[in-house]
């Protein structure tokens, strides 16, 4: 486990985006998270939805996160407005050291940052998906999908 001081996010630049393409999650969750490429693409199309950052021990990049912010969830003009974890793609080699749990936090605390209240995440079910990581960090099910994902929520009051 590392030292909460050791970690930090960093925005993406021209210096670092060849180390953020670079990161891979093991060829087992593949199914159940875009690549770092694409997540960087659908940021370029959303600018001001999307809130890409390198997840960093030290100098070392061990993951990837992207947020997303006030998007219109049931695409019908606003009715519904929500925050939160869009994809999150811990490196293969560095899985089980507790940078999913610290991106998380991050999110949420980014988000409590910008007075949102809630913070939103959805999933793959099935072996190999990040669910049980998810409901373990106090997400609950929202009873709702988005496509073929769970949608849970964590509460940040």
């Known amino acids: 486990m590392t030292t909460p001081t050791t970690l930090r996010l960093e925005e993406i ?23 770092v490429v694409k997540s960087l693409a659908e940021a370029y199309v959303h600018p001001g939805r999307a809130w890409p950052r390198l997840i ?6 061990v993951g990837f996160l992207m947020a997303f912010l006030d998007i219109d969830w049931h695409e019908d003009g606003g009715s519904a407005l929500r925050s939160g974890l869009w994809r999150l793609n ?11 749990r610290f991106a998380v ?19 793959h079910p099935g072996d ?12 609950h099910k929202t009873g709702e999908l988005a496509g073929n994902e769970m949608v849970g929520v964590l509460k940040l009051r």
């Open 13 to 35: 630049t021209p210096k670092n985006l060849e180390t953020a393409l670079g990161i891979r999650v093991r060829p087992d969750q593949e199914f159940a998270v875009a690549p």
């Open 56 to 61: 960093m021990d030290g100098d070392r990049a």
């Open 90 to 100: 811990i490196a293969a080699e560095e899985q089980g050291k507790g940078y999913g």
């Open 105 to 123: 936090r991050s999110v949420a605390g980014e988000l409590r940052r910008r007075g949102t209240h809630e913070l939103y995440v959805t999933w």
């Open 128 to 139: 190999n998906g990040p669910e049980d990581f998810y409901l373990n960090l106090g997400f």
